[in-house]
């Protein structure tokens, strides 16, 4: 699967770049997935029109999971990814945080998670903010929290730096 995630999109403001889209998913022989931007049910008919199998949806969490109910009752769960961008807060608790980081959710990750599995998400990636860039490998232990929190899948993402972490 090819994966395109515009992380500028939402925080600008931003329409997903639909011809861009379109064009990458005629050339790949592969599902594509997108995420950046889609904050409407009408953006995410556009993205899938554009020939992607998946939407990824982040920022527009800070509404509530009622896009992610709606697109996952049209185009059925396997259709809908949630990236959950966690990070911990001034006090150390994981939290999920929009906007490149810098708006945290008032809800603790666990009540997140139960939220986007019951609005009918297929798929979680959880984007450990911390560990980005650090090349220090998977927050493994905040992977195994959200594994036991959902039966979705749980796709790892942030800081993998050698073979082993993908091993761990």
């Given at each position: 699967?090819?994966?395109?995630?515009?992380?500028?999109?939402?925080?600008?403001?931003?329409?997903?770049?639909?011809?861009?889209?379109?064009?990458?998913?005629?050339?790949?022989?592969?599902?594509?997935?997108?995420?950046?931007?889609?904050?409407?049910?009408?953006?995410?008919?556009?993205?899938?029109?554009?020939?992607?199998?998946?939407?990824?949806?982040?920022?527009?969490?800070?509404?509530?999971?009622?896009?992610?109910?709606?697109?996952?009752?049209?185009?059925?769960?396997?259709?809908?990814?949630?990236?959950?961008?966690?990070?911990?807060?001034?006090?150390?608790?994981?939290?999920?945080?929009?906007?490149?980081?810098?708006?945290?959710?008032k809800n603790d990750l666990?009540?997140?998670?139960?939220?986007?599995?019951?609005?009918?998400?297929?798929?979680?990636?959880?984007?450990?903010?911390?560990?980005?860039?650090?090349?220090?490998?998977?927050?493994?232990?905040?992977?195994?929290?959200?594994?036991?929190?959902?039966?979705?899948?749980?796709?790892?993402?942030?800081?993998?730096?050698?073979?082993?972490?993908?091993?761990?």
């Amino acid at each position: 699967e090819l994966v395109l995630i515009d992380i500028d999109a939402s925080a600008d403001g931003r329409e997903p770049p639909y011809a861009r889209i379109a064009e990458i998913a005629s050339e790949a022989f592969m599902p594509v997935a997108y995420g950046g931007g889609l904050r409407t049910e009408d953006q995410i008919a556009r993205a899938i029109d554009c020939g992607v199998e998946k939407v990824i949806v982040s920022g527009a969490l800070a509404q509530g999971a009622n896009l992610i109910k709606t697109a996952a009752g049209r185009w059925g769960g396997q259709s809908i990814t949630v990236c959950l961008p966690v990070g911990r807060d001034w006090l150390g608790r994981q939290k999920v945080r929009l906007n490149q980081g810098k708006k945290s959710l008032k809800n603790d990750l666990d009540t997140m998670v139960t939220r986007v599995t019951e609005a009918g998400a297929g798929e979680i990636i959880l984007y450990a903010i911390d560990r980005d860039g650090t090349w220090e490998g998977y927050d493994t232990a905040l992977c195994a929290e959200v594994a036991r929190a959902t039966p979705l899948p749980v796709v790892a993402c942030g800081s993998a730096g050698e073979v082993a972490h993908f091993r761990a």
